[in-house]
């Protein structure tokens, strides 16, 4: 029987186990999702204070709570690790790592790098591998398909790679691992037919595509888009004020139009680890190939002045009564990203806390 008959029959019969590597925002809510289902699952993370946690009940999560890891733990199909030798034990493994910006904005992989040379001495024949972690178009050839075939595997034959790019919203109460339509492809056709049954066992709606370069790409677009339109409803509110005008009048008249207008709001800039930098690499991969990405990193260039702008108005607005901001006792309110979560990650909140401090 092929390698790929065999895992399909793992998976139908949810006998296969699933790990998932990297337990934060991405990987935790799809470990426990995989466990609910019925699947026997190894959670990985190197942070082993993360690991303890876990396996004291705690949840390292604000919305996810505590007695959904306690049941996730208490579960005798559920095993939680720092150690990478488990992966040998597992028929499924999806990275849900880190990747984020160097200190040149260029994109930094380490954390999947050193991942894979933790591995491999324990791949083995028959196994499924997944990347979830948002990257350039390109990677899983260039990287997974490559340390596959380093080490002796047929990629399609004896071993299986695909990319499906995380599409999790932290504190959406409305989207869930279950029903977020997930993307999906495989190396090759064996790799997608097996990558397909795995997430269909978890998630309502599998949408695969033709390469995982498609899919690598379609997730920049879906954040890049969004960066976008974020550093241009900032520069529209900058205008807007210097005319006089209430952004949010504006917002709010446009948005009456029934087609062609999708509404975005202006903020005091861009986190989390998503928008600040999946545009960047995608920047970064059109340079590789001699394509300038001006509208790209124009966007980039406005999201990242609006903490400073922020401050700005906040001077202007003391002046306005004759005051200065040296010596002012100043609240922040809010250091996450977003509401209802507790992910400060990129948080132009601190950036503003970092002027402010600079201006006494």
């Known amino acids: 029987m092929k390698h790929s008959e065999i895992l399909s029959n793992l998976v139908i019969n949810k006998s296969s186990r699933i790990g998932i590597v990297g337990l934060g925002y991405v990987g935790l809510p799809l470990l426990i999702r995989f466990q609910e289902q019925g699947f026997p699952v190894t959670g990985f993370d190197n942070n ?30 559920c095993f939680i690790t720092d150690d990478p030798r488990n992966s040998s034990s597992c028929d499924i493994l999806i990275i849900c790592l880190p990747t984020p910006l160097s200190e040149d904005d260029t994109p930094d992989l380490s954390y999947i790098q050193n991942y894979l040379d933790s591995i491999k001495e324990f791949i083995r024949e028959g196994q499924l591998i997944s990347l979830e972690s948002t990257t350039y178009p ?15 595997f047929q990629v399609g034959n004896n071993i299986f790679i695909s990319y499906s790019p995380e599409r999790e919203d932290p504190g959406n109460l409305n989207f869930s691992t279950r029903n977020i339509p997930k993307l999906c492809s495989g ?9 397909k049954l795995v997430y269909e066992s978890v998630i309502d709606d599998v949408v695969m595509v033709e390469s995982p370069k498609v899919a690598e790409m379609a997730k920049l677009l879906e954040n890049t888009y969004r960066a976008v339109n974020v550093g241009l409803i900032n520069e529209m509110r900058i205008i807007a004020s210097a005319l006089d005008i209430d952004i949010y009048e504006v917002i709010n008249a446009a948005s009456t139009k029934p087609f062609g207008f999708t509404p975005y709001f202006p903020g005091p800039g861009l986190g989390g680890h998503c928008l600040p930098i999946d545009p960047i690499y995608l920047s970064w991969k059109a340079k590789q190939i001699g394509v300038n990405s001006n509208f790209i990193e124009l966007a980039a260039k ?10 700005n108005c906040l001077e202007k607005s003391l002046k306005l009564d004759k005051q200065e901001i040296k010596g002012k006792k100043i609240l922040l309110a809010g250091l996450a990203y977003k509401k209802n979560i507790d992910d400060a990650r990129e948080s132009p909140s601190y950036e503003i806390l970092d002027i402010l401090v600079k201006k006494g």
């Open 48 to 77: 082993i204070d993360s690991v303890n946690r876990l396996n004291r009940g705690h949840s390292p999560i604000k919305h996810i709570p505590n007695n959904k890891i306690r049941t996730l733990i208490e579960a005798e199909n």
């Open 138 to 152: 390109g990677t899983t050839d260039e990287i997974f398909v490559a340390f596959a075939e380093n080490l002796g």
């Open 187 to 195: 190396v090759t056709q064996s790799c997608s037919k097996v990558a």
């Open 302 to 311: 406005v999201n990242r002045s609006v903490p400073e702008q922020v401050v």
